[in-house]
């Protein structure tokens, strides 16, 4: 995903809604940070951008572009718009400077600094030189970070590697945090996620406790004797929400085994031919 002509978007969103005095103070911050390259001024203005900058609620943006669809998804508001304008324009004018130094903001930001820069990571030039922060976040036990990068952002799915991709993907169920809202699944499902998915559920099933059924989409691809196993359980299960599931990844996968432990499900079958039931509609 490469996003074109982030800066002359964010630019303009910032026209648009920053008063002219907080515009002005802003601009000369980024003309003084790149002149006297500046790391102190740096961090400390894209922190004081909270104070500087009134946060709107309801922040109109057009989505005729990547960059507008993409604030509009992540919900952004001015603040946030503000920092990584900031981040972009210093970036766009000396990146082999300020690259290294915009990568350690994780060391000195805020919870709601560090939210914002991986939330819009992707808009950042050349972003995969910020991989290494990214997948430093996945170690944090703040919901709120964590999310930043898991949910609707397409960084992971990008840049991580099959471990690190996982890793997010299983905390994200340890924390009962929201799988669907992890983009590419499909496409990034792997073996050996299928495997520690089926040992994570047996693990606790043996300890009575639930699964979100949700958990078991990657598994489609790689169902063996065991995941075939696992499929039967969902399928004979009280829950139908499991039930759905079980058909989901037996539907979609390529072993002959797992279509005939979906012939006694007729409704459920007719019901993922017709789109009634999907991944995306699995817990309505």
Known sequence: MQVENVGVHLSQIVEDHVSTMSKNWLEEKIKHIVDEQSVKDLYLTYSLIGTKIDSEENLEIATDSDVGKYLKTQNANIRQVARIYLLVKILEADTDFFATKVANIIQVADTGELETFL?????????????????DALRTNIATVFNAITYNNPYPSLFFNDQQWNQMYLKTAFMQGDLSA??????????????????????RWAAGRDIDPYFWRPVSKFLNDTLLGDMKRLLASDNPVENKAGALCCYGSDNPEAKKALENHKELIAQIENNTITWENLKE
């Open 119 to 135: 939330k819009f990571l992707i808009l950042l030039p050349d972003p995969v030189r910020y991989k290494t922060t990214a997948v």
């Open 182 to 203: 992890i983009l590419d699944i499909d496409k990034r499902a792997n073996t050996d996620l299928a495997r520690i998915i089926s040992d994570y559920a047996h693990e």
